[in-house]
């Protein structure tokens, strides 16, 4: 624990070290009892493992600032299970396994830019663009006279991800996907 922080330094988002561990800040609230010692009351999400707890910290206590850093890169292909990205600065290539990317994977395209989080040294979080655009490579045709309000179909993407999307859409069709909850936003060509 080379650098400390205090619990006054606490906010959403703040990567700390906890019993060893990488944590991520998620919701934090400062107490103040009118009996008593301030505390703070924290949900934080462990960073190798996607737990997320619940941990009160008393006013002024320390905690370790992790060995984490973020790195924008490019994805360029995948071998197997594991997936070749490229430092945009440095042009040095590392390999991600399916477990740090999770569900990013369902959206990657050659050449799209990503934010990847090292833990000393080795990478175990994957962040994408909000939005992606995928082609569609297989999808039924609208049935003609099917005009239900918010009727969908599944379409099969580029990536092999499956989407249900309007019936207006299209083999060959472009669409918007959100990758943080994988939905269809709008065809953009």
Known sequence: MADVLDTSEFRKGLKIEVEGLPFEII????????????????KIKNL???????RT?????????????????QYLYAEGDTY??????????????VEALGESRNFLKA?????ILFYKGRAI????????DLAVMKCDPGVRGDTVSGATKPATMETG????VPLFVN???VLRIDTRTGDYLTRVG
């Open 84 to 97: 070749c990205f490229m430092d945009n600065k440095s042009y040095e290539q590392v390999l991600v396994t």
């Open 171 to 173: 083999e060959g069709d």
């Open 27 to 42: 919701e934090f609230q400062h107490v103040k009892p009118g009996k008593g010692g301030a505390f703070v009351r924290t």
């Open 57 to 73: 910290f008393r006013s002024g206590d320390k905690v370790g600032r992790p060995d984490v850093d973020e790195r924008e890169m």
């Open 125 to 132: 979080g994957v962040s994408l663009p909000n939005a992606v």
């Open 161 to 164: 991800y499956v989407v249900q």
């Open 48 to 54: 190798l493992t996607g737990n997320v707890l619940d």
């Open 111 to 115: 050449n799209i830019n990503a934010s």
